[in-house]
């Protein structure tokens, strides 16, 4: 029931991506409003659909400590306790983002060696895909969980990114090592000693650059980091649509040089990833853009299925319960 757009886009991109993995559906909200929007889908009745009906669900502009208390029945609540009960194997919700988190916290549990969960965003370099994390679940953080963030952004990048021994960077103000704020010189201390490829700090104008195949940094610096580029992004995309609009020639040329710029809009669009899963919990929970368009839902769903083909918690579980009795990997490139 969460997102600008809900529960339409919600629907509408999870019955695309249930279609093409075989996998079924447990839609949780007002069944109403559910079957309304189903209604819209004839082919709907060939799937493996269920709907989990309470008229609950936490409003974005509502606490959501005090809204979770207030509202037992939520439906981001009553997702998640399907997925700790079986009834499904992971859950995405749009919504309100700490309410997400809150109730996945409660609910799932963390996993062994884990302090502090982190959202694993994917975002674009001029190489390939980067993780950075964490981009908003925790926002007040010490040096050790940024190590922790390390060591789960490494065992995600080699899952989702194929990459064998992943780049870890710490987002800083300066490449030097003793340049930042507590935090990040305590981290990057840590981080020289931590099973990690660890690869030194990363500048905010390097972001993007694809030094590193994961970029740790806390919460609220990695959600502030993540919005500027989105805005970024849009406003590029603004000025380039207005500049070869404004005369003959370059309408011709931006007609000539189409597939192009569908080439660049592909790599920079938050919607190609979907959604961002929440590491750290004892179970799968893929947290997406409030802004969340059906195409992005249906990709933080296909997230969601290869999440748990792929075994993303066992995987986490490993690599945090022991991490410094494991060979170091090598450093550098």
């Known amino acids: 029931m969460g997102g600008d757009d809900a529960p339409g886009s919600i629907i509408d991109g999870a019955l695309v991506a249930a279609r093409r993995h075989q996998v079924g559906?447990?839609?949780?909200?007002?069944?109403?409003?559910?079957?309304?929007?189903?209604?819209?889908?004839?082919?709907?009745g060939s799937l493996d659909l269920h709907i989990?009906?309470?008229?609950?669900?936490?409003?974005?502009?509502e606490g959501a400590s005090a809204a979770l208390r207030r509202k037992p029945r939520?439906?981001?609540?009553?997702?998640?306790?399907?997925?700790r009960d079986g009834r499904a194997s992971a859950v995405f919700s749009a919504g309100h983002t700490g309410a997400s988190v809150m109730a996945v916290m409660a609910t799932f549990g963390r996993l062994e060696g884990v302090d502090r969960p982190a959202l694993a965003t994917l975002i674009p370099?001029?190489?390939?895909?980067?993780?950075?994390?964490?981009?908003?679940?925790?926002?007040?953080?010490?040096?050790q969980h940024l190590v922790q963030?390390?060591?789960?952004?490494?065992?995600?990048?080699?899952?989702?990114?194929?990459?064998?021994?992943?780049?870890?960077?710490?987002?800083?103000?300066?490449?030097?090592?003793?340049?930042?704020?507590?935090?990040?010189?305590?981290?990057?201390?840590?981080l020289k000693g931590a099973p990690v490829n660890f690869v030194g700090n990363v500048e905010g104008r390097r972001v993007f650059a694809g030094d590193a195949d994961v970029?740790?940094?806390?919460?609220?610096?990695?959600?502030?980091?993540?919005?500027?580029?989105?805005?970024?992004?849009?406003m590029i995309e603004a000025l380039l649509h207005a500049e070869l609009q404004s005369t003959f020639g370059m309408r011709v040329g931006y007609l000539l040089s189409g597939q192009a710029f569908r080439r660049f809009r592909k790599r920079v669009d938050y919607s190609e990833y979907g959604g961002a899963p929440l590491l750290g919990m004892n179970g799968i929970c893929i947290v997406g853009h409030g802004r969340s368009s059906s195409k992005?839902?249906?990709?933080?769903?296909?997230?969601?299925?290869?999440?748990?083909?792929?075994?993303?918690?066992?995987?986490?579980?490993?690599?945090?319960?022991?991490?410094?009795?494991?060979?170091?990997?090598?450093?550098?490139?």
């Open 296 to 333: 992005a839902v249906s990709n933080a769903v296909t997230m969601a299925v290869r999440a748990v083909r792929e075994r993303l918690i066992e995987a986490l579980a490993v690599e945090t319960a022991n991490p410094h009795e494991r060979p170091r990997p090598e450093r550098g490139e």
């Open 149 to 190: 963030f390390a060591i789960m952004g490494a065992a995600y990048a080699r899952i989702a990114l194929r990459c064998a021994n992943p780049r870890v960077g710490l987002l800083s103000v300066g490449e030097e090592e003793g340049k930042g704020n507590e935090l990040t010189r305590g981290a990057h201390q840590l």
């Open 25 to 44: 559906l447990l839609l949780v909200g007002d069944t109403t409003l559910i079957e309304r929007e189903l209604s819209r889908h004839p082919a709907a």
């Open 125 to 143: 370099t001029r190489l390939q895909p980067a993780v950075l994390l964490d981009s908003g679940a925790s926002v007040e953080c010490r040096p």
């Open 215 to 234: 970029i740790v940094c806390d919460g609220f610096t990695g959600n502030v980091t993540l919005k500027t580029s989105e805005g970024l992004v849009e």
């Open 74 to 83: 939520a439906s981001i609540k009553l997702a998640a306790e399907a997925v």
């Open 52 to 61: 989990l009906h309470t008229p609950d669900r936490i409003e974005m502009s």
